[in-house]
Nanobody, 117 residues
């Protein structure tokens, strides 16, 4: 069955960095668009970034453009999100998803990112 397992979240000070990983299994990873989506407490999900199957094309929400970088290693079936210059408003549960943005058909449980001093 499809499995997506995120890791790498945690508590970080404003201005800090984190790298999230998502290990995929149970499907042919390298033929799917993949996304990172986040959900802050009391808010709806917000798509963060999308990457094409081969990794050549990426898209970012305006709120993270220039600070976050999505990438993938199709040999390791792993999706990444490098986050830098983190802000308190980036605090959320981050999950990886199979598909484009909020139009995903599978998602992981998520990893919590908290940005606070």
């Amino acid at each position: 069955q499809v499995q997506l397992v995120e890791s790498g979240g945690g508590l970080v000070q404003p201005g800090g960095s984190l790298r999230l990983s998502c290990a995929a299994s149970g499907f042919t990873f390298d033929v799917y668009f993949m996304s990172w989506v986040r959900q802050a407490p009391g808010k709806g999900p917000e798509w963060v970034s999308i990457i094409s199957p081969g990794g050549a094309s990426t898209t970012y929400a305006d709120s993270v453009k220039g600070r976050f970088t999505i990438s993938r290693d199709n040999n390791r079936n792993t999706l990444y999100l490098q986050m830098s210059s983190l802000k308190p408003e980036d605090t959320a549960l981050y999950f990886c998803a199979r598909g484009t943005g909020l139009g995903y058909d599978a998602r992981g449980q998520g990893t919590q990112v908290t940005v606070s001093s």
